[in-house]
């Protein structure tokens, strides 16, 4: 079943989440329509790949047109063509945006697909997606909205009292002008008696529109402090969950809206300010409200912009390699990385000269760390309104290289620590001018890791993982001197997460308690266990010369590269022990067999079958684990087909009969096996087979070695005979 057939069958609560992922930068309709064909296209190569990019969107396009003239309905075909060309006009120039925006989106989807598999969403993701947060959000929208509309009816107001004063302007020096003779008529009398109705009605209407500016400006202030501040920091905090593999992050376009919105109001209000100071120039009176309040108006108005512009400027893009887009905020000296700022404000007067500089570890105390880098390509660039966005500011920076250079002497108090616990930040710095008003802006990134060679990824991202998980501070780059521990209950979600991520599908209920068993041992039951850095990412697993994370790094590699159809398939028990396994498998069938990673090795997995004796002995067989090298040499679905035990006076057999629990192995394997023959004339075809020699009866065996060299004459003899093929031409799938 498609990927996309399989979201259609989701409860209503989870479709919710899938309606968010999709809007003007990839309708639904082209996922809908187009459905098989994006599944089956790598997205996330092309994402990194520009000319990649360049051919899937071409694709794309004539997929679409293909869709549009089999469409029988006049309306959809309409639809679908002004789509076509909304997709032109945005990702012609930039395909790649495109890639990553359809790469994130299936990413998300096979999330959520995940989420639905386990019995309960973690407690990070569940406040993430709470009701309460679309409720805030919804009231969000309808304060914004009375405020706006409160200032257009301020608006109106100003034009009244305008009007009401050039009517009493032109009568007063109507009157003014008027012979003095005249000055003492009753005509005169009557019209000096009008004039001060209408001074008495002007002070009135003044003293109403300061009042209600008091008012909606009270009505900002709270909006700001007790809501737009609070959304803003929840979508950083987001960022952060969502750079560690957590839910996508969205939300931006309408954070952006509600710090637009805002900030209209307060310029128009500043403009009408403005206005009334030019009213007080023409006319004003003893006790005239304008001059006593507008002072302390303005400066409240100017404050509110002051802060709102400053807070608005984010990195949307937090610093990634290009070559690892699922791992963010890790950077390798001498590569490219990128990373993007964006100014929530949107305004037409603004200046688009904005240039926005990039300054590298800015302001670090002097012996916090023991290595400095700098930025060797230009580190200014001018902020621009995207194509394909809703005309925000933002800037990309692309091509940033980072040079490592050794600070001469001791390295201070940081010392202990590893070259991926140091942090580092990115800086960016603008001066915006709009108005008359000019605000410094400054931002950074999130801490990054700097490596030097791609062996410290793995421990980079422990450290990215770690800090994001337990801390929303921006900027403490002092984290690992003294890192909090997390609660099993944390670190569990953000394991799933990872193989969510990098594997397509998470971790079940099961898996994850495995997991806990190997890493707390008896306080595996307990979710509020308390787990230290030092034992998720730097201790030595008992027995074992590495570390649990790399352990499980290894794992996620392996699948990523060489095990991804059959992780996906559920085939792959993986986290199991040996003695559950044996529990798993005694009462079963001979030759029912279980899939799971090797705790031995790293980034291994291996297989275990079940004999019955006809003495009624259960025996229990496990293969060496197979690890990259091998799994290079012949993809696993195909080994677990042609595997064989071979032994002195007995015919080589395959003793994999069915997958845990009953699942004959061909029904379970067989569409993933690869079945393309050799087409090489007139050789006879050749094939990798995976053998194992079983020891002889006088030997106490622990496990099936695969490969066992060398062979007996006998035992090639008998595997020449039963097999038809040249073992003349074959060659091992696990030389190195």
Not at 512 to 523: A, C, D, I, P
Not at 567 to 592: A, H
Not at 606 to 615: I, Q, R
Request: charged content about 25%.
């Amino acid at each position: 079943m498609s990927q996309w057939k399989q979201i259609q069958q989701l409860e209503i609560r989870l479709l919710e989440h899938v309606d968010y992922l999709y809007d003007d930068n990839f309708p639904m309709d082209i996922r809908q329509g187009l459905a098989s064909w994006i599944e089956s296209q790598d997205w996330d190569t092309a994402a990194t790949d520009e000319s990649m990019a360049a051919v899937l969107f071409s694709n794309l396009l004539t997929q679409l047109d293909r869709v549009r003239s089999d469409e029988q309905n006049f309306l959809q075909r309409h639809n679908m063509k002004i789509i076509q060309q909304q997709l032109q006009v945005k990702y012609t120039t930039n395909p790649a945006v495109m890639a990553k925006v359809i790469s994130t989106c299936l990413r998300e989807e096979r999330r959520i697909l995940s989420s639905a598999c386990m019995q309960e969403q973690g407690p990070l993701e569940k406040s993430l997606q709470s009701s309460v947060a679309f409720e805030r959000q919804k009231n969000m929208d309808n304060r914004v909205g009375i405020i706006r509309g409160s200032v257009q009816l301020m608006d109106q107001a100003v034009k009244y009292i305008e009007d009401m004063q050039d009517d009493f302007d032109f009568r007063y020096k109507t009157l003014q002008s008027r012979d003095s003779t005249d000055r003492n008529s009753d005509m005169m009398k009557q019209e000096v008696t009008r004039l001060q109705e209408m001074l008495n009605r002007l002070d009135f209407k003044r003293k109403e529109i300061l009042s209600k500016m008091d008012v909606v400006v009270k009505e900002i202030d709270d909006l700001m402090t007790s809501q737009l501040s609070p959304e803003l920091q929840d979508w950083k905090r987001r960022q952060q969950i969502a750079a560690i593999g957590g839910p996508l992050l969205t939300g931006l376009e309408q954070l952006q809206g509600w710090f637009t919105l805002t900030a209209q109001s307060l310029f128009q209000i500043k403009r009408q300010l403005d206005k009334l100071g030019e009213l007080v120039v023409k006319v004003t009176y003893e006790c005239d409200p304008i001059p006593l309040q507008k002072p302390q108006l303005e400066e409240r108005v100017k404050y509110l912009l002051y802060h709102l512009i400053k807070s608005s400027f984010v990195v949307e893009k937090q610093p990634c390699m290009p070559t690892h887009p699922q791992k963010p905020l890790i950077i390798k000296t001498g590569v490219q990385f990128t990373t993007k700022v964006r100014l929530l404000v949107k305004l037409p007067e603004v200046d688009y000269q904005l240039k926005v500089k990039t300054t590298f570890d800015k302001d670090l105390p002097p012996g916090r760390v023991s290595r400095q880098f700098f930025i060797l390509t230009n580190n200014t660039k001018v902020m621009d309104i995207e194509d394909y966005s809703n005309g925000c500011l933002s800037v990309e920076f692309r091509h940033l290289l980072k040079e490592k250079k050794y600070i001469n002497g001791t390295k201070g108090n940081e010392g202990l620590l590893s070259v991926t616990e140091e942090l580092h930040s990115l800086s960016f710095e603008a001066c915006f001018t709009v108005q008359g008003l000019t605000i410094d802006l400054e931002t950074c990134s999130l801490p990054l890791v700097v490596i030097s060679n791609v062996s410290q990824l793995p421990g980079g991202w422990a450290s990215v993982m770690w800090y994001n998980l337990l801390t929303d501070e921006p900027r403490n780059l002092a984290f690992f001197g003294n890192p909090p521990r997390a609660t099993w209950s944390q670190l569990s979600e953000v394991l799933s997460w990872q193989f969510s991520t990098f594997a397509g599908q998470g971790l079940n209920k099961d898996q994850l308690s495995m997991l806990g068993e190997k890493l707390l041992g008896q306080h595996a039951s307990c979710s509020d266990y308390q787990v230290s850095w030092s034992k998720f990412s730097k201790e030595n697993i008992p027995g074992k010369p590495f570390s649990f994370w790399m352990w499980l790094d290894s794992i996620l590699e392996l699948i990523k590269k060489h095990l991804l159809p059959v992780w996906n398939e559920n085939y792959i028990m993986g986290f199991v022990s040996k003695e559950t396994e044996r529990t798993l498998l005694k009462d079963r069938e001979p030759g029912t067999f279980l899939l799971r990673f090797s705790e031995s090795h790293l980034g291994g997995i291996t297989f275990t079958w079940v004999e019955h004796k006809d003495n009624g002995e259960v025996k229990f067989n496990s293969v060496e684990p197979y690890t990259k090298s091998r799994l290079s040499a012949l993809p696993f679905a195909d080994i677990i087909r042609d595997y064989k035990v071979i032994s002195d006076g007995v015919v080589p057999e395959n003793p994999l009969k069915f997958l845990y629990p009953d699942i004959p192995k061909d029904e379970a394997f067989g569409r993933l096996y690869n079945c393309q023959p050799s087409k090489v004339h007139p050789y006879i075809p050749s094939h990798l087979i995976p053998i194992s020699v079983h020891p002889d009866a006088s030997s106490t065996p622990l496990s099936c070695r695969s490969p066992e060299p060398p062979m007996t004459p006998g035992e090639f003899n008998m595997l020449n005979e039963h097999l038809c093929f040249d073992l003349d031409t074959m060659s091992s799938p696990y030389s190195d």
